[in-house]
């Protein structure tokens, strides 16, 4: 039986559509308008239209958004003191460095800069060693960065029970695979993360019950190498020829196998916008103590 395809956009929207309103009701009861600032280094095509998709949908939900564009060049003491400047703003709530940044700029040092409780994409070395720290959901840092916590409520939007099944990660990026990782471990799965290093990925991949791909090869994951009903969450997103966008899973073949699928584009996408801005809404939130 094919796989039910999972719906990234009208989960996303319905996350929105609850922003939008939690929005309206922060601006009445406190006065406060959830505020996000977005900075992009260079010209990368691909940041720019994902940076002006974020400004899009603060706009929709009535998030406050600057969007800051810097030229490639811009030396790292500029970006540094841009980013303090932020920290200090009180009408900015979230913080996000759009990356990559440019090769002459150090990532590490960059994100070390942005204040811990404006860190909405969740890449300060505090909250990463919080989301190593934390045993359970519960303890989970001030902020998590946004991608995995959309595959994790793609997955849970299917009704499938996280604790004690085989999650395998294919991918270990700081952005996407560590993360996701621990995100399922704090819900209790039994996780393997795998990668470009690792020996028979078909069978490492078959034993999964819930599989996560985010190694940025298209079509990487056969459907040989999927276990009849998993839950297949693809994160790729890789362009090919001039305007196709294809997954790392080989979606039409995947289907036929996995018990629900993602597909790109329309899966974990538009989950990164939705809890970027929930993380944005949570912060002003803190900071008027509701
Ligand atoms: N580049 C790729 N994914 C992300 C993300 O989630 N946040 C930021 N800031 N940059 C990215």
């Given at each position: 039986?094919?796989?039910t395809?999972?719906?990234?956009?009208?989960?996303?929207?319905?996350?929105?559509?609850?922003?939008?309103?939690?929005?309206?009701?922060?601006?009445q009861?406190?006065?406060?308008?959830?505020?996000?600032?977005?900075?992009?280094?260079?010209?990368?095509?691909?940041?720019?239209?994902?940076?002006?998709?974020?400004?899009?949908?603060?706009?929709?939900?009535?998030?406050?958004?600057?969007?800051?564009?810097?030229?490639?060049d811009?030396?790292?003491?500029?970006?540094?003191e841009?980013?303090?400047?932020?920290?200090?703003?009180?009408?900015?709530?979230?913080?996000?460095?759009?990356?990559?940044?440019?090769?002459?700029?150090?990532?590490?040092?960059?994100?070390?800069?942005?204040?811990?409780?404006?860190?909405?994409?969740?890449f300060?070395?505090?909250?990463?060693?919080?989301?190593?720290?934390?045993?359970?959901?519960?303890?989970?840092?001030?902020?998590v960065?946004?991608?995995?916590?959309?595959?994790?409520?793609?997955?849970?939007?299917?009704?499938?029970?996280?604790?004690?099944?085989?999650?395998?990660?294919?991918?270990?990026?700081?952005?996407?695979g560590?993360?996701?990782?621990?995100?399922?471990?704090?819900?209790?799965?039994?996780?393997?993360?795998?990668?470009?290093?690792?020996?028979?990925?078909?069978?490492?991949?078959?034993?999964?019950?819930?599989?996560?791909?985010?190694?940025?090869?298209?079509?990487?994951?056969?459907?040989?190498?999927?276990?009849?009903?998993a839950?297949?969450?693809?994160?790729?997103?890789?362009?090919?020829?001039?305007?196709?966008?294809?997954?790392d899973?080989?979606?039409?073949?995947?289907?036929?196998?996995?018990?629900?699928?993602?597909?790109?584009?329309?899966?974990?996408?538009?989950?990164?916008?939705?809890?970027?801005?929930?993380?944005?809404?949570?912060?002003?939130?803190?900071?008027?103590?509701?």
């Open positions: 039986m094919a796989a395809v999972i719906d990234g956009k009208q989960v996303a929207q319905q996350i929105r559509d609850a922003l939008k309103k939690e929005v309206a009701q922060l601006q009861k406190y006065g406060i308008t959830p505020g996000l600032a977005a900075v992009l280094v260079g010209e990368n095509p691909a940041s720019k239209v994902y940076v002006n998709m974020k400004a899009k949908a603060c706009e929709e939900t009535g998030i406050y958004s600057q969007k800051i564009h810097l030229p490639a811009t030396p790292q003491e500029k970006l540094i841009l980013i303090h400047n932020l920290n200090a703003d009180t009408r900015i709530h979230g913080i996000l460095v759009q990356l990559p940044l440019p090769d002459h700029l150090d990532q590490h040092k960059v994100l070390q800069e942005v204040s811990p409780n404006k860190d909405v994409d969740g300060h070395p505090i909250n990463l060693g919080k989301l190593l720290s934390a045993k359970f959901w519960e303890e989970l840092p001030l902020f960065p946004c991608t995995p916590a959309g595959c994790i409520k793609l997955i849970e939007s299917t009704g499938t029970q996280i604790e004690g099944k085989h999650a395998v990660v294919v991918g270990r990026s700081v952005i996407v560590k993360p996701v990782a621990m995100l399922l471990l704090a819900k209790q799965a039994t996780v393997t993360i795998a990668h470009s290093r690792t020996k028979n990925l078909k069978e490492v991949c078959r034993q999964a019950d819930i599989l996560v791909v985010a190694a940025g090869r298209p079509k990487l994951v056969t459907a040989d190498m999927i276990k009849p009903g839950v297949v969450i693809d994160v790729g997103v890789n362009r090919v020829g001039e305007k196709q966008l294809v997954g899973v080989d979606f039409e073949a995947a289907k036929e196998v996995a018990g629900f699928i993602t597909p790109v584009p329309g899966g974990v996408g538009p989950m990164t916008i939705a809890m970027l801005l929930k993380n944005t809404v949570e912060s002003a939130k803190r900071t008027v103590g509701a």
